[in-house]
């Protein structure tokens, strides 16, 4: 309509799974010409911290995961399980060529997306400036409001 | 504003609770007219499986659900507490006169809206095409966003 | 564009960290003068409760929370610890000088944010007219979209 189509999403989640959507989606806009932002908050400042060790699977969070050999409820609670569940799954992603979440990061960085940590949840969870990439800026729901209000796509993952 | 209004819908889960928003959505949007497509990708590619039985609910997982007998956090990690969760649930919904997911996938179909399954979670969870429905399409966040960049309504669920 | 902007939000959890993220968004929208409706679905109702004490946290289906002090996932199934882990995350937000809940759905009342309760689902969980506070209104899907389908910014949450 009137040039450059903009994204605006709010990145929540902290988890393996879930911190490959807004990634995809991001780099996927950014190459299409798409001026696009994320806005991490809760878990989703995960995303931004130099060390990504933190990013995990949960078995027990999601009972529609088709894992490789089926686990009882309470054998996925034992002690290890969530270590193990999460090797499983970046093991299975690199067999299949998925690129690693530092590689996507690194995709979007390049490609011009613009991250933003939440400063309340920063704050919240006791995080200091240094755990994060260079080049994110600091903002509020105020900031994320003023894009997406002019956004042609804007999504809550 | 130009005619038809367009909703897009990114469908990421697989439990019982959360496949119910994109499908009453989906069906309720077409009805009104709206042209609709629903992104399936991770969990959410449960919802185009010919095969239904895997979508269960996981009393663990959401701690905001009033259950109809409180259980405390040990009781449910037991074995075969997701199973009779899950049962408690579809009959509540029988009861209350809820469509089941495969009715309202169906109303889907019949209303024009159009299933799109994520090539690369396909890959990743080794589906089949077999797996799936017929009439489904498959791609990726190319195709979701070359629809989303022209809605008016854009989900991610 | 055409005077008011507006923000339609589709509240569907009920833990407490994931009920911060719809009153947040919507008092803030609400304050720069947009037009804001939050529609409560499934999890979502017990933000309308008069009763704010359903709204727990579970540090099980968290695996990215950053806990206070690591515990091993079978300590988190422990009896209480969902109470623990709540009490934590509140003493953390009240210290850190964040508003509660009651306080910010007021602040969203008091700006004029309109919540809509899911009929279906109020049905579902056999919640009452009385369970909710005052000034709300009830509605399905079709309410969702009339309003959604023409503002800047939907969100599904």
Do not use: H
Not at 4 to 10: G, N, S
């Amino acid at each position: 309509m009137e040039g450059t189509k903009r994204m605006a999403i709010i990145a929540t989640k902290g988890t393996l799974d879930w911190v490959y959507p807004p990634l995809i989606l991001a780099s996927t806009a950014a190459a299409l010409g798409y001026d696009v932002q994320v806005f991490c908050t809760f878990y989703g400042l995960q995303l931004l911290r130099k060390d990504l060790s933190g990013i995990k699977i949960s078995p027990l969070a999601n009972p529609a995961m088709p894992m490789p050999v089926p686990m009882p409820v309470m054998v996925q609670a034992l002690p290890g399980m969530e270590a193990m569940a999460t090797m499983m799954m970046k093991n299975k992603m690199k067999a299949k060529g998925v690129a690693s979440v530092e590689e996507l990061r690194g995709l979007c960085l390049e490609a011009g997306v613009k991250f933003i940590a939440c400063q309340m949840t920063v704050d919240l969870f006791d995080f200091q400036p240094s755990d994060f990439i260079d080049g994110i800026e600091f903002g509020g729901a105020t900031t994320f409001l003023g894009f997406a209000g002019d956004s042609d796509i804007s999504l809550y993952i």
